[in-house]
């Protein structure tokens, strides 16, 4: 859906026809991102586990441009790489439009806690040096894996499931901005944190007040 501002009701960009594998259709679509370069859609269709690319303007299906992947977060670089992350197979993989087999970029060592390892990726974020952070659903915290690293850095969370402010619980999406301060969206703890870069602990900017619909709460972030 697109939504102009102050505008009351939205737009259907892509979908739209109920739940199914046609081209037309989406199933539990969980990310999207817009790809400037070709003016479309980039979209995580996970229950189809396929990412596909939806023009945005006239076209009333998708093409499909990454199949047989279980994909839950994307982004794309300042170099028009497509970064996917695959929660069944514990891995990130960079992706050149058209090409037929990414390369790995974070994880890749099967299911596990180590700092070469992941479990269950989610939402991924790319900053200006190519540096990929990863929202390691399973493991509590996100891990930063620099470009061509063997292994990764944890640097938000870590410490298991829990509410204090050296924990996360099922961490979801992920923002860094120039100075690698880290803002992770706590879907288990119904906040928002911000890390600075190389801090043991966080603090809660939003959120944190319980499960809740009131104008302090948040409900599963994501």
Not at 50 to 74: A, E, F, H, K, Y
Not at 154 to 171: I, M, R, T
């Amino acid at each position: 859906m697109a939504w102009k501002s102050n505008a009351k009701s939205g737009q259907i960009m892509a979908g739209g026809y109920g739940q199914g594998n046609e081209s037309s259709h989406l199933s539990d679509p969980t990310d999207l991102i817009i790809d400037k370069e070709s003016d479309s859609l980039i979209i995580c269709d996970k229950n189809n586990r396929r990412v596909v690319r939806w023009p945005r303007q006239g076209n009333s299906s998708g093409q499909t441009i990454i199949s047989n992947i279980d994909c839950w977060g994307l982004m794309m670089d300042d170099e028009e790489f497509l970064y996917v992350s695959d929660w069944e197979k514990n891995v990130v993989r960079r992706w050149q439009i058209e090409e037929r087999n990414g390369t790995i970029v974070s994880g890749g060592n099967g299911e596990g806690n180590h700092v070469n390892q992941l479990n269950s990726p989610g939402f991924i974020f790319v900053d200006r040096n190519h540096s990929v952070y990863v929202s390691d659903w399973k493991n509590h915290r996100v891990m930063k894996w620099m470009k061509g690293a063997r292994e990764g850095i944890v640097v938000a969370g870590g410490e298991g499931n829990g509410n204090d402010l050296g924990q996360l619980s099922y961490p979801q999406g992920v923002v860094v901005d120039q100075l690698g301060t880290v803002y992770v969206a706590d879907w288990g703890n119904n906040r928002v944190m911000c890390w600075p870069e190389g801090a043991k602990n966080g603090s809660i900017i939003v959120g944190g007040n319980g499960n809740g619909k009131q104008a302090n709460q948040l409900s599963r972030p994501q």
